[in-house]
Nanobody, 114 residues
């Protein structure tokens, strides 16, 4: 069983930045594909960014050029650097680990508002 703990959410003004972190338990973190999803009120959960076990990232079109996903295998942690935030980025952000099955964190709220 893999446990994922997100941190770093909060309230930020439009144009601001936040960095989310996702700390994973276990000793095979390096084998996981790691991803960030988000779910806004009344909407379906959507994929924001994913990074493979070998470090290749991919992004949703809506966040390309603004968000950066990364991972530190030595720290068992994945990150999502979010810049130039917009009100439409407001959502609960969830960390996902995939290795034979999906694991999810509890979510962290990101609110972009003036």
């Amino acid at each position: 069983q893999v446990q994922l703990v997100e941190s770093g959410g909060g309230l930020v003004q439009p144009g601001g930045s936040l960095r989310l972190s996702c700390a994973a338990s276990g000793n095979i973190f390096r084998l996981y594909a790691m991803a960030w999803y988000r779910q806004a009120p009344g909407k379906q959960r959507e994929l924001v960014a994913i990074i493979t076990s070998t470090g290749t990232p991919n992004y949703a079109d809506s966040v390309k050029g603004r968000f950066t996903i990364s991972r530190d295998n030595a720290k068992n942690t994945a990150y999502l650097q979010m810049n130039s935030l917009k009100p439409e980025d407001t959502a609960v952000y969830y960390c996902n680990a995939r290795y034979s099955q999906d694991y999810w964190g509890q979510g962290t709220q990101v609110t972009v508002s003036s």
